[in-house]
């Protein structure tokens, strides 16, 4: 089952734009993670964000973090085409412990030039 | 330090055949999970290893089995496929200090997955 849910399903902008996405979450978490996936291939991990921390920069990307309304957001700024890609969100646990990652529907991005 | 490798890249089998599928994590990793993704359930876990044992598993029959070697390499097994189990199987792998419970949910490097069609 799906832990989050992600918003918009798709994004379409232009160059030089930022694009923000929404991810929702239902359980308590020690950890948010976002990873980017390119047309089917691997994920590739971008930020993780621990439940201590309100927001985290990693270049170009910006990640806020509300554990009071379970939800964490990540904007891209200054878009560029090779950032087109599915982003999804993933928290930890769902029971069992361990390295098991839960995912958000994921949000498709299209950059264009 | 090389990626996580998975082979083979593409698989075309038929309806109750058998497949495994190999990953071989980053050199140190001594955690490997495994995911499918379709387009109708998104990402979803199917189990992790830790020091060849099974640490955790996702809600998946019996039909899907894996296993981890003393050299970290996994591999899953898929007996008499279905239809739906047309997927991309991913692998990724952790540096992961062990433990059975709470686990912090570690960053995880994914391999290229594996496409599995079943006719």
């Known amino acids: 089952s799906q832990q989050g849910e992600e918003d918009p399903q798709a994004l379409s902008i232009q160059e030089g734009e930022n694009a923000t996405m929404n991810c929702s979450y239902k359980t308590s978490i020690n950890n948010l993670q976002w990873y980017r996936q390119n047309s089917g291939r691997g994920l590739v991990h971008l930020i993780l964000i621990r439940s201590n921390e309100r927001e985290k920069h990693s270049g170009r990307l910006r990640v806020t973090l509300d554990t009071s309304k379970k939800s964490s957001s990540l904007l891209i700024t200054a878009s560029r085409a090779a950032d087109t890609a599915s982003y999804f969100c993933a928290t930890p646990g769902g029971g069992g412990g361990g390295n098991k990652l839960t995912f958000g529907t994921g949000t498709q991005l299209k950059v264009e030039l | 330090k090389a990626g996580v490798t998975q082979t083979p890249r593409y698989l075309i089998k038929t309806r109750g055949q058998q497949v495994t599928l190999s990953c071989s994590p980053i050199?140190?990793?001594?955690?490997v999970s495994w995911y499918q993704q379709t387009p109708g359930q998104g990402l979803q876990f199917l189990f992790e290893y830790f020091s060849e044992t099974q640490r955790n598993k996702g809600n998946f029959p019996g039909r899907f089995s894996g296993r981890q070697f003393s050299n970290s390499r996994s591999e899953m097994n898929v007996s008499t496929l279905e239809l739906g189990d047309s997927a991309l199987y991913l692998c990724a792998s952790s540096y992961s200090t062990g433990g059975n419970a709470g686990g912090p949910g570690e960053t995880q490097y994914f391999g290229p997955g594996t496409r599995l069609l079943v006719l």
């Open positions: 050199s140190g990793h001594r955690s």
